[in-house]
T-cell receptor, first 110, second 118 residues
Framework: AQRVTQPEKLLSVFKGAPVELKCNYS??????LFWYVQYSRQRLQLLLR??SRESIKGFTADLNKGETSFHLKKPFAQEEDSAMYYC????????????FGTGTLLAVQP | GAVVSQHPSWVICKSGTSVKIECRSL??????MFWYRQFPKQSLMLMAT?????????EQGVEKDKFLINHASLTLSTLTVTSAHPEDSSFYIC??????????????FGAGSRLTVL
């Protein structure tokens, strides 16, 4: 069954420290993965997707099919990065629905 | 960019009444919309997928007679919680995608609607 796992509920780091938010997935086909972010009192929004191979706000994520992972990384955390981060997998079936992980709250301390 | 408007942002109702939540795509046509439910400190759980002009597809365990979804136009989908009970209290979030099914899969989310059933 399709599944997205984010093992950490909370990740607390100091400003300037590297950040890695873990995401593992279970999917039988060719996966399409996304990272969504929700800042305090704001709606959920797309951060990046693996097919674009882009860097947004200094964040990158590489799809590792061997380890079935899509970890989100940033070399130097900023306080404004504090938010809830959700990893999501697109189900390639008829509905193209997104399956979300449980989310990781990133808290960047000054 | 694409904007999805969700209304109301919060609603309190008595047990046994019905509540309608609207989801509108403001500057684009949404061929498919998704309705999610989020419990406190938990992830988003997909309830159903609605396609314009056809019946919604409900996820396993979601009562379609309880959560009525209508997607009558390319810019509006509604979720009606019928005969609401306290256990239906939750945060309901809609999202929309544009393009063909096999096209862009980026979702734009509404701000959510918090339902409290007394």
């Amino acid at each position: 069954a399709q599944r997205v796992t984010q093992p950490e509920k909370l990740l607390s780091v100091f400003k300037g420290a590297p950040v890695e938010l873990k995401c593992n997935y279970s999917y039988s086909g060719s996966p399409e993965l996304f990272w969504y972010v929700q800042y305090s009192r704001q709606r959920l929004q797309l951060l990046l997707r693996h097919i674009s191979r882009e860097s947004i706000k200094g964040f990158t994520a590489d799809l590792n099919k061997g380890e079935t992972s899509f970890h989100l990384k940033k070399p130097f955390a900023q306080e404004e990065d504090s938010a809830m981060y959700y990893c999501a997998l697109r189900d390639g079936g008829a509905t193209n629905k997104l399956i979300f992980g449980t989310g990781t709250l990133l808290a960047v301390q000054p | 960019g694409a904007v999805v408007s969700q209304h109301p942002s919060w609603v309190i109702c008595k047990s046994g009444t019905s509540v309608k939540i609207e989801c509108r795509s403001l500057d684009f046509q949404a061929t498919t919309m998704f309705w999610y439910r989020q419990f406190p400190k938990q992830s988003l759980m997909l309830m159903a997928t609605s396609n314009e002009g056809s019946k919604a597809t409900y996820e396993q365990g979601v009562e379609k007679d309880k959560f009525l979804i209508n997607h009558a136009s390319l810019t509006l989908s509604t979720l009606t919680v019928t005969s609401a009970h306290p256990e239906d209290s939750s945060f309901y979030i809609c999202s929309a995608k544009t393009g063909p099914v096999s096209g862009a899969n980026v979702l734009t989310f509404g701000a959510g609607s918090r339902l409290t059933v007394l």
